[in-house]
């Protein structure tokens, strides 16, 4: 017999490890049925071991968590496929040198968590597009992560390299399966932009349409497979050595709803659905006088090439330029906010990441939502807590808040709601002075709206609950809306004035006046 203490390594090494003859196809297609023998033994020796409980778990507890445990490496590892897990294995063994290199040459004067952030941060830039895009979402989900790593990893945000343009045409070609000049009478070389898994180009249709086309880099498909897969796998690791380590939320369903988040954006006729969607309900809603997204070209589209309509305006904090665009800066205000704000009710998803540049006031007066790179969906049981707490956050009430915040959270154990309202109250009362509008500063300070972001969310955590990420993106983009009032309309009452108030209840969104812009 084996038991776990013994020899179960060897014959998890038995098990995955083909055959030293073994083909270069045997290599990439190695038998299934290795794994399924390999979780029947250590399951059934773990059975017999009667004196085997990790973590206080009965010997049969642990046999199942290991069965599944070894399920999933089996599926992950034939999913990404051997050569490529291989390769990317030496890759991660010279990031790691090159970071340790690097604290060997400037130690740290301390060693604390910050030190740690840093750290790692540096390491997840060296190993490449899927770390880069895994500390975006780490910077992005502040209900999920210790503070000090979220603020760390918005670092990542701004993190991308571009790929030359003779391989960017090779894609569009690939792709649409035809030459660049049958689709495109121009297609500007130089990038517009650069992201972690794609980078954007201006280009002209042969209809004489202006668009941007959004290319996906070489290779980041099956980098990211074989990454995220790693990923979850010591997600899943971890939690079957100590399931306390979830204190936050589960390891592995974090990982999961990564993995799942991040391989679906690499189909680009996904966010194709998503720009037809929401134009649907701008539509739906009447609000094509006052907002727009950017119409996609099918025909120019493809899994890793979106042509989208290209939308020339200025950024909703660049005053100046508003003005001369529209006679009323306020109302274009109310307007986003409104067109936003009806989104996360009544579409199937809401724009999660307006910051000023994916905010545009166009010529014509319009608003200009562009880049559904992240949206956020929310259940119906957090739509009714998002209500609830609007109802409360109007009426200063804070036990309600409390109230509406539990619903939509997981707790740990018992939640104490008195407690939990005046901390949100004392929570209210210091932001209440940190954003009074007398500033005169107008900039958008974004280090502050994560701030903010991570103060909710640890009061929350120190009482016991954990807000869905969801939250957090919404509370996050609430800041911006926030931010954009003190400088387009510092003397807007976002909880009173009507046109606010009345979101929601059918009634139609006022335009703005669209002032002629001279030609250049």
């Not at 929401?278 to 609000?287: A, I, K």
């Not at 900039?443 to 990420?469: F, H, Y």
């Amino acid at each position: 017999d084996i038991g776990m203490d013994s020899g179960s390594s060897c014959v998890l090494q038995a098990a995955f490890l083909p055959p030293a003859s073994a083909s270069g196809d045997a290599l990439q297609g190695f038998d299934r049925l290795r794994a399924r023998e390999a979780l029947r033994v250590v399951s059934t020796a773990t059975a017999a071991n009667e004196g085997c409980a990790l973590l206080g778990r009965t010997p049969e507890v642990l046999a199942k968590d290991a069965s599944r445990l070894l399920e999933e490496v089996a599926d992950v590892t034939m999913s990404t496929g051997f050569e490529t897990g291989l390769s990317r294995a030496l890759q991660a063994a010279r990031a790691v040198a090159g970071t340790a290199a690097e604290v060997a040459r400037e130690p740290p004067s301390q060693l604390d968590e910050a030190f740690a952030a840093r750290i790692l941060r540096q390491l997840f830039e060296r190993l490449g597009a899927t770390y880069v895009k895994l500390g975006q979402f780490v910077a992005s989900s502040p209900t999920l992560f210790p503070a000090v790593y979220v603020k760390e990893f918005q670092q990542c945000l701004d993190s991308s390299t571009t790929v030359p343009f003779t391989e960017v045409k090779k894609i569009i070609e690939q792709e649409l399966g035809q030459p660049v000049d049958k689709v495109f009478s121009y297609l500007d070389p130089v990038p517009l932009a650069a992201a972690s898994i794609a980078q954007v180009h201006a280009a002209r249709l042969l209809s004489g349409e202006e668009v941007v086309v959004k290319v996906q880099k070489p290779g980041i498909e099956e980098v990211l497979k074989t990454d995220l897969g790693f990923v979850y796998l010591a997600a899943r690791v971890l939690e079957f050595i100590n399931p306390e380590l979830n204190s936050r939320g589960s390891l592995a369903d974090i990982a999961s709803d990564l993995r799942v988040s991040m391989l679906g954006e690499l189909d680009f006729r996904e966010e194709q659905r998503n720009l037809d969607v929401f134009r649907s309900f701008l539509e739906e809603y009447n609000l094509t006088a006052v907002a727009v997204a950017p119409k996609p070209y099918a025909e120019a589209s493809s899994r890793r090439v979106l042509t989208m309509e290209r939308l020339t305006g200025v950024a909703l904090v660049d005053l100046e330029g508003i003005k001369r665009y529209t006679t009323d800066p306020e109302q274009t205000l109310v307007n986003a906010l409104n067109v936003w704000s009806l989104s996360v009710q009544s579409c199937e998803f809401f724009h999660a990441d307006v910051h000023a540049g994916n905010l545009l006031v166009l010529e014509d007066g319009r608003v200009g939502f562009i880049d559904f790179g992240i949206v956020g969906r929310l259940s119906p049981t957090m739509a009714t807590g998002i209500d609830n707490l609007n109802v409360a956050l109007a009426a200063g009430d804070a036990k309600g808040m409390a109230n509406a915040l539990i619903s939509m959270g997981a707790t740990v154990g018992e939640v104490d709601e008195a407690a939990f309202a005046a901390d949100i109250q004392k929570l209210i009362d210091r932001l209440g002075t940190s954003m009074d509008g007398n500033s005169t500063e107008v900039a958008v300070d974004e280090s502050q709206i994560q701030d903010i972001v991570l103060d909710i969310a640890q009061v929350a955590g120190n009482n016991g609950l954990k807000l869905p990420r969801e939250f957090g993106l919404l509370i996050k983009q609430s800041l911006y809306f926030d931010r954009y009032t003190k400088l387009l309309a510092p003397d807007l009452q976002m909880m009173s004035d009507d046109r606010i108030s009345k979101l929601g209840k059918g009634e139609p969104v006022q335009e703005v006046e669209a002032e002629a812009v001279p030609s250049e």
